[in-house]
């Protein structure tokens, strides 16, 4: 299975980059985007959706830090 980021504009349209890497589980794909969500924001990612394989697992999940 390949865990992904699915990074969103503010209206939900899927941005082409910056181009998130594939995670061979679920704690490992939550890690990465733990360690980085502040400089995706500042890239202009809105929002996030996990994907497991395609599906959609949870999001979209905005980037605030309320």
């Known amino acids: ?3 992904t980021w699915r990074l969103e504009d503010a209206a939900g349209a ?3 980059e910056p181009v998130p890497p594939p995670h061979q589980n ?4 939550e890690t990465w985007l733990g360690e ?3 400089q ?3 890239a202009g990612v809105a929002q996030v959706t996990l994907l497991d394989a395609g599906v959609a697992i949870y999001g979209p999940m905005p ?3 309320e």
Do not use: G, N, V
Not at 26 to 29: F, G, K, L, T, V
């Open 1 to 3: 299975m390949s865990w």
């Open 26 to 29: 679920q704690a490992d794909a």
């Open 14 to 16: 899927e941005l082409i």
């Open 36 to 38: 980085r969500w502040r």
């Open 40 to 42: 995706l924001r500042d």
């Open 63 to 65: 980037l605030t830090e």
